[in-house]
């Protein structure tokens, strides 16, 4: 039990799908995070949010959009993806955004056909 | 922003061997954690060590902040260690807060 949790584990969709990732915490942290890992490229950092307010936004597509409705809650709305988005996306948790233990999710695996 | 750089990047052992993981880091650093990824892509925590020397079970580590260096020591390996240890690094100020990972060091150990 980490304390993150994501669902769905696994979700293979198509290019002109709409989607959603969840990510739940119960560490009562302020802070989560939305990293992407591609094959062979380290973890990106896609997202930031801190008490429920967005501070980072790393140059990711618009079809990729967060949503944090309160603290212990962060989704990724997926649309009209590409195959190149297939990855492991990696929720994370931390007690604030500046230099806390980070804590991670199981992750899902995101397939896009 | 920070660069963080992990070697070697593939390392085989036999079980009961020891081993030692490395990760430099290009600034200063508030926030260092290693953590280990098993199969299924789970991140596990295995030290938040900015600086120091932790010790968990068969697991240690330490980070020396002044030669921007730490290391994972892993004793007695066992098979259910293998994966890839990933060392992540953040600095404080000018927005940079993020944790910035490494490339990973991907252990196989062989019974």
Same mark, same amino acid.
């Given at each position: ?113 | ?9 593939? /390392? %085989? ?5 020891? $081993?030692?993981?490395?990760? &430099?880091?290009?600034? +200063? ?13 789970? /991140? %596990? ?5 900015? $600086?120091?020397?932790?010790? &968990?079970?068969?697991? +240690? ?51």
């Amino acid at each position: 039990e980490t304390g993150v949790t994501q669902t769905p584990r696994h979700l293979v969709m198509g290019m002109t799908n709409k989607k959603s990732l969840k990510c739940e915490q119960h560490l009562g942290h302020n802070a989560m995070y939305w990293y992407k890992q591609s094959a062979k490229k380290p973890l990106e950092l896609m997202f930031v949010y801190s008490l429920e307010e967005r501070v980072e936004n790393n140059s990711v597509p618009s079809r990729f959009s967060p949503e944090c409705p309160n603290s212990s809650h962060l989704f990724l709305h997926l649309h009209t993806l590409q195959p190149e988005d297939s990855a492991l996306y990696l929720c994370a948790s931390s007690a604030s955004r500046l230099n806390t233990e980070a804590f991670f999710g199981q992750g899902t695996r995101l397939t896009v056909v | 922003g920070i660069q963080v750089e992990q070697s070697p990047p593939d /390392l %085989i052992l036999q079980e009961g061997a020891n $081993s030692t993981l490395r990760c &430099n880091f290009s600034d +200063s650093v508030n926030n260092l954690q290693w953590f280990h990824q098993n199969p299924w892509g789970q /991140l %596990i925590n295995l030290f938040y060590i900015p $600086s120091g020397t932790k010790q &968990n079970g068969r697991l +240690s580590a330490t980070t020396v902040a002044t030669e921007r260096y730490s290391l994972l020591y892993i004793s007695s390996s066992q098979t259910t260690d293998s994966g890839v240890y990933f060392c992540a690094a953040s600095t404080l100020g000018g927005g940079s807060e993020k944790l910035v990972f490494g490339k990973g060091t991907k252990l196989t150990v062989n019974p």
